[in-house]
């Protein structure tokens, strides 16, 4: 899901709970705050030697002490909003940050609506081999990831 997509749901369903989805199936607890809103760009050699770009809109989600705290779609928005000078690209697929036991990183996966609450349900991300043809393995769809040359690093062109 892309930050301009994650708007559109937030403010087609104003005034829901909004709500989280681990992929394991269990809930962040509905008590978390948003602690970061970040617009992160990574610029990394492949293992093909291309040098690739990554933009997500990444939001920090952390359960306190404070168990009667609830974030509403309405406030997510707003939240949003305030950050719209630094998350210049609403094209952005947005992630979610999140620690339950270790920090981990996640994709939404998608989204669903109930009658009280907007749930995003997350998936894991995962690391992949971004030059298959030259470590002769079978392709791979791509995630996003966006080639800024066509250099080859090692003598078999894989690293």
Known sequence: MNLSELKSLLSEHAEHIFRISLPDGSDVP???HVTEVGHVHKTFLDCGGKLREL???QLQVW???DYDHRIETTKMSKILEISKPYLPD????VEIEYEHGIISQYTIGNAEVTS???ILHLANKHTEC???ELCGLPALPTRGWKAK???SCGPTGCC
């Open 30 to 32: 509905v008590s978390f």
């Open 55 to 57: 933009k997500t809109c």
């Open 63 to 65: 359960v306190g002490e």
């Open 90 to 93: 609403e094209s952005v697929p």
């Open 116 to 118: 009280d609450s907007v």
């Open 130 to 132: 971004l030059a298959p």
């Open 149 to 151: 040359d066509n250099n």
